[in-house]
């Protein structure tokens, strides 16, 4: 996943190729430079906000300034160092719509989480580039910060945005993670990546939210991955059928992409998929020590027990299997209105109207409004505002 750097002085060129041999050593897949400027990417990104895509992502509006103007965040910035990290070890296509009773997880979530490995790994490469360049000052970022990684990412070479607005690399598709050092010196910078999506359309066709509003334009508000990771409140009812089993995040749109058809697995330990229960059932019974053990140091923590039961009830609701009407009842007591609320839903799919009985026998005291709204719904097929 390497690229051409444009020369610079030699000296500054054999020391950069020690640090992309560094980078690749630490377990980074590709390594590029960028000048700290964002082009077009500024002005789309822009637009995307105030068409409000962010949904209820309000950090990244606080961060806009930032977004829009590295030198916001490390004054004199003029080089990014831009790294990829392949996280594919598994193939996956889309056989797993067909099973019911098993919850879909993001490849990228798997197993531990990311953001700590990279960022270890950055803080190597970053003071191997302290000592090589003494007088610059830096700053790393993984996914976190107030950054447009794509974007530049694609232009030190890493990949082109895609329709589905991941970054695509020729040679290996998408199955990778970005982040970056910022730098306050210029460093040899490399050939940007083209787009290569061409006329192909089998992520915008694929997406079952019909998210991707145009090409290269994601409105989160309808992708389940901000449906099922970012939205903290209930699901919007016109999406949980759609959902089907995906209980954190969605791969659909890299799945049918067919770039990924060159992607080489990886086999970093720290993402294989760690033991544990995925079976639908199982994880309803979660208690916030389940929750907490099954989850410890991944990044289905974010969620919460809260978030994550939610959408289990929605893949619940859509698996059609009878036997998970027991678990569901007995969410009906649970302490967190936002799970009772979504097992009212499901059991409203499972069961039809007998599940009205249910409900009067188990929600009789309800006070909350999110849960009287769902049987309200659940009874009449009618919101109550
Ligand atoms: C917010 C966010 C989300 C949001 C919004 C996604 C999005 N498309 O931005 C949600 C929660 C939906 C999300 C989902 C996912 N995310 Co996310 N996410 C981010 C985050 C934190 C910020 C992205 C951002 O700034 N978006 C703002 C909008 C404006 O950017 P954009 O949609 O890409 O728009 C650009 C282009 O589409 C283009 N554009 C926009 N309009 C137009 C119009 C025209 C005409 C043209 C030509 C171009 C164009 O310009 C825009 C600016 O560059 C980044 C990390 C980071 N700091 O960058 C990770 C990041 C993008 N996510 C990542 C991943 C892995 C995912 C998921 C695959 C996870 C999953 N399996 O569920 C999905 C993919 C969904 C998808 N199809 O994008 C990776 C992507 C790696 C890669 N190979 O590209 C990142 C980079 C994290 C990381 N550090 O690795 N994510």
Redesign the pocket.
């Known amino acids: 996943m390497d690229n051409n750097i444009i020369p610079m002085n030699s000296q500054a060129h054999d020391k950069v190729n020690a640090l992309r041999d560094l980078a690749h050593e630490l377990g980074f897949s590709g390594f590029g430079i960028a000048p700290a400027q964002?082009d077009?990417?500024?002005?789309?990104?822009q637009?995307?906000?105030a068409d409000g895509?962010?949904?209820e992502?309000s950090y990244?509006a606080r961060g806009e300034d930032k977004?829009l103007d590295l030198d916001k965040v490390l004054p004199g910035v003029q080089s990014v160092i831009c790294l990829?990290?392949n996280?594919l070890t598994d193939d996956k296509d889309m056989s797993f719509v067909e099973e019911k009773n098993t919850g879909d997880v993001?490849?990228?979530?798997l197993n531990n989480d990311?953001h700590d490995l990279?960022w270890a790994r950055l803080k190597t490469l970053e003071d191997a580039l302290k000592q090589a360049f003494p007088e610059c000052t830096s700053r790393h970022?993984?996914?976190?910060?107030?950054?447009?990684?794509?974007?530049l990412?694609?232009n030190a070479g890493l990949?082109w945005?895609?329709k589905?607005?991941?970054?695509?690399?020729e040679g290996s598709g998408?199955?990778?993670?970005?982040?970056e050092i910022l730098v306050d010196i210029p460093l040899p910078y490399s050939t940007p990546a083209i787009d290569h999506c061409g006329t192909c359309s089998s992520?915008i066709d694929i997406?079952p939210t019909q998210?991707?509003v145009?090409?290269?334009?994601?409105d989160?508000r309808k992708?389940?991955?901000?449906l099922?990771?970012?939205l903290k409140g209930p699901i919007p009812i016109e999406f949980r059928k759609a959902i089907g089993s995906r209980i954190?995040?969605?791969?659909d749109?890299?799945i049918v992409c067919p770039w990924n058809s060159f992607a080489q697995k990886t086999e970093e330990p720290e993402f294989i998929e760690r033991e544990g229960t995925r079976n639908l059932i199982e994880l309803m019974r979660l208690d916030d020590e389940g929750f907490r053990n099954r989850f410890r140091k991944s990044p289905v923590k974010r969620t919460k027990r809260r978030g994550l039961l939610r959408n289990v009830a929605i893949a619940l609701g859509n698996s059609g299997n009878a036997e998970a009407i027991p678990v569901l009842t007995d969410a009906l007591d649970d302490a967190e209105a936002l799970i009772r609320a979504h097992a009212v839903w499901a059991l409203a799919e499972l069961m039809g109207e007998n599940a009205g009985t249910l409900f009067d026998l188990k929600l009789k005291g309800e006070q909350d409004e999110m849960v009287l709204e769902e049987i309200n719904r659940a009874q009449t097929g009618k919101t109550i505002k």
């Not at 589905?164 to 690399?169: G, P």
């Not at 992708?223 to 901000?226: D, K, T, V, W």
Request: aromatic share 16%; proline share 4%; glycine share 8%.
């Open positions: 964002l077009k990417a500024g002005q789309h990104f637009k995307w906000l895509m962010a949904g992502m990244i977004r990829s990290t996280y993001s490849l990228y979530a990311y990279l970022y993984v996914d976190t910060g107030p950054i447009l990684e794509k974007p990412a694609q990949g945005v895609g589905h607005t991941n970054l695509i690399e998408s199955w990778f993670f970005l982040s992520c997406c998210a991707i145009a090409p290269y334009v994601l989160s992708c389940i991955s901000y099922t990771i970012e954190y995040g969605c791969d749109c890299q």
